[in-house]
């Protein structure tokens, strides 16, 4: 213990002022008012009454969180009021800083300490009295003062320094989201939105890998050559005949938007086969557990955007022959179409989906990529305008078969999903460095607040 400090019993320092009753006219503070981590108040300053009994507070009280306590939750109120129960007013003796007791609430330590106190499984609650008999690090009152200058001049830097990232962070995701929707956009006359060209060698690369996928899609023939002999166009009801514009390249039945020059709107069923996915029955485990690769929503969640070559689920062939799953070809773009709408993935193998996907295995006229590029360019609010669903929202198969995309050549859908490729590694880049300094702060915010309790600061 550094000179000049003491070990004190929490409870010896503070009380927990837990006097319930039920007030009026005074402002409310609940969990939800009281941002994690930050110890900011995102609530209201005007008067609000709740019906059951609160603790009331002022200008002279930590407020703590005891719910939950990983999501450290802790207000140094400037006003008086009342707040939820699950909420404790500490208040500090005349040895110790609210604002110093604010940032040892708001430390590592602390919370794994409190939250080893909690008890509940579902809502974990602290055990304050436990908490009452923590040891405190109590130096003297400059000293405290000294430590919290230069904690809250340290933390101003860091959040300013964090506002920068984060912004940096939107921003590098704001450029490829843009560019993406200016390819899809119908505001353009024609597709001279991207002026980047790849070499002759980039795109025979790219016609030599859409050609060399497996299983491919050949619509005159309305087949698939060479596909395995369990995949089987799906049935169900007939394609809507309403019509439902988008955003961008894609609609439910043909649009009257004119498209831009080279560009035109193609029924997607003849250009790729449409394909349902189906869960083995969960009643029977050996159906599970083997080599064959099962997408589910989580895959999809996290692989959005990208080539999925591995899911967290697998199946086997006994799977496959007892149920509606189908072993799609690599190269097939998937849609989730329940309750997470919009995930889009395209496959880096063989493998089968859920029934929350809508599947295309692609003919040689649509470029896989290019496809998985034209589903997320409005995003996944877009895909909103085809759902149904009073409770979850989902996209019917009656109007996945009326889906029309606007598309040009093969050879531009190779160089335009060149150009996006490279734009998608660059904004994935930046994100990552941008990450990485959103976490070095997050850590020097610990080191800091580790020091400033062990007396190093």
Request: proline share 6%; with cysteine.
């Amino acid at each position: 213990m550094k000179r000049g400090w003491q070990l004190k019993r929490f409870g010896d320092i503070c009380t927990f002022d837990k006097l319930q009753a039920l007030h009026n006219h005074l402002p409310y503070v609940g969990l939800e008012h009281i941002e994690s981590h930050t110890g900011r108040f995102i609530g209201s300053l005007d008067p609000q009454s709740v019906k059951s009994l609160t603790f009331r507070f002022s200008r002279n009280h930590v407020l703590y969180g005891r719910l939950r306590p990983y999501l450290n939750k802790v207000l140094v109120p400037d006003f008086e009021g009342h707040c939820s129960t699950e909420i404790f007013p500490i208040k500090p003796s005349p040895l110790l800083s609210r604002e110093y007791l604010t940032y040892w609430l708001l430390s590592d330590t602390t919370v794994d300490h409190i939250n080893a106190t909690c008890t509940g499984a579902r809502m974990p609650r602290a055990n304050m009295n436990e908490v009452l008999d923590f040891d405190f690090p109590l130096p003297p009152i400059p000293e405290q003062q000294r430590i919290v200058g230069i904690l809250d001049e340290a933390f101003a830097g860091i959040a300013t320094a964090r506002a920068n990232a984060e912004k940096n962070l939107q921003n590098a995701r704001a450029v490829f989201e843009s560019q993406l929707q200016a390819i899809f956009s119908h505001d353009a006359p024609d597709g001279s939105v991207i002026s980047s060209e790849p070499t002759t060698k980039q795109l025979e690369s790219k016609l030599q890998k859409t050609s060399a996928i497996t299983n491919r899609y050949h619509p005159k023939h309305n087949e698939i050559v060479c596909a395995d002999p369990l995949a089987t166009k799906t049935g169900g009801r007939h394609a809507t005949l309403q019509h439902i514009p988008g955003g961008f390249s894609l609609a439910v039945g043909m649009p009257k938007t004119q498209p831009k020059n080279g560009w035109r709107w193609s029924l997607l069923t003849d250009l790729a086969r449409l394909e349902s996915g189906h869960t083995p029955s969960r009643r029977h485990p050996e159906y599970w557990g083997g080599a064959i690769p099962w997408l589910g929503i989580r895959d999809a969640r996290e692989w959005h955007g990208r080539r999925v070559d591995d899911t967290i689920q697998k199946i086997n062939e006994l799977g496959i022959a007892n149920s509606s799953a189908r072993l799609l070809p690599a190269g097939t773009v998937c849609l989730s179409r329940t309750a997470s709408v919009g995930y889009v993935v395209v496959m880096g193998r063989q493998m089968a989906t859920s029934q929350d996907f809508v599947n295309w295995v692609c003919s040689d006229d649509i470029a896989p990529d290019f496809l998985k590029y034209l589903l997320m360019a409005g995003g996944r609010s877009e895909f909103l305008r085809f759902s149904n669903g009073s409770v979850h929202q989902t996209i019917y198969f009656p109007e996945v078969k009326a889906f029309h995309i606007c598309h040009p050549h093969i050879h531009e859908q190779l160089r335009l999903v060149s150009i996006l490729d490279s734009l998608k590694d660059e904004s994935e880049h930046l994100e990552s460095v941008y990450q990485k300094k959103l976490g070095t702060l997050d850590e020097l915010k610990k080191s800091l607040l580790h020091q400033a309790f062990s007396g190093q600061l």
